[in-house]
């Protein structure tokens, strides 16, 4: 008896070993894989507290005819909801003294105000019309916001090859109704989590616009921000390039910077 008990029990072991090995690891829906990869590039980019920078707006029509406009930018982090910005035109004389003020926001519509100073006055960005060019740029009032968690949901589609090496492919569907887009397509590299391409297609879910990002450098031994951007409009021909330079962080940027006053005081 004690000789067939003595096997009994590595029997058992073995088949408690097999059952293990053998339970599935429940896989993540490309849902929870597109959330996921998302959350971790937004907790990468959290910390940098404030920034300004100085940005060249180049606009290019569809023969390649160019203008170009000298914005500065400064942007101020919120720990509980999106990021407030505020981007102010130097050159040329029409739009010098031209000033946009965002706050973004991680649930409900964005708050955004345009100052022109021809007229005097500051006009509110409807959200009916978030979706409408900003200064006559391929860019959309949507566009200049901070990327928030909750403005979206997500699938992951596929990894790729792309300009920084190896990209997850995760798909975006924005949640506000007021959207110019039915989704955005967007490339981030697997090692930084940077952003190298996105595609935006529009209401009738046809590629409206593509942006891609070049030239990163890193601040703060932590935070990574393209040289440039650039935007082009495959229905009408149309692209516009955002050259920055001169980024600063951390310079004591508080909320008295960012307020519908500022706007007009912006010089």
């Not at 981007?87 to 973004?104: E, N």
Request: contains cysteine.
């Amino acid at each position: 008896m004690s000789n067939i008990m003595g096997f009994v029990k590595p029997i058992n072991l073995l088949l408690a070993a097999a059952l293990v090995v053998s339970t599935p690891v429940l896989a993540q829906t490309p849902e929870e894989q597109g959330l996921e990869i998302s959350q971790t590039a937004k907790q990468r980019d959290l910390g940098w507290a404030d920034m300004q920078a100085d940005m060249l707006m180049v606009l290019r029509n569809k023969q390649g005819q160019e203008s170009t406009r000298e914005i500065r930018l400064k942007s101020l982090e919120q720990e509980t909801d999106g990021d407030k910005s505020l981007t102010v035109f130097d050159k040329p004389r029409d739009v010098k003294g031209t000033a946009f003020l965002s706050f973004s926001h991680a649930v409900g519509a964005d708050d955004q105000w345009l100052y022109l100073p021809a007229l005097k006055r500051v006009k509110r960005i409807a959200s009916r019309n978030k979706s409408g060019p900003f200064m006559g740029s391929e860019f959309a009032y949507e566009d200049l916001s901070s990327f928030e968690i909750e403005k979206y949901t997500y699938r992951y589609l596929k990894d790729e090859a792309c300009e920084g090496g190896d990209c997850f492919v995760v798909e975006q569907f924005p949640v506000d109704k007021n959207s110019g887009y039915t989704r955005r397509i967007v490339w981030l590299d697997k090692a930084e989590y940077r952003i190298y391409k996105v595609e935006f297609y529009d209401r009738k879910n046809s590629l409206l616009k593509t942006l891609t990002f070049s030239g990163y450098q890193q601040y703060l031994d932590r935070y990574w921000r393209a040289d440039l951007q650039q935007m082009q409009n495959h229905q009408n021909g149309k692209s516009t390039d955002l050259q920055w330079s001169g980024y600063q962080f951390q310079v004591g940027l508080t909320d008295s910077d960012f307020n519908k006053n500022s706007l007009k005081r912006a010089r």
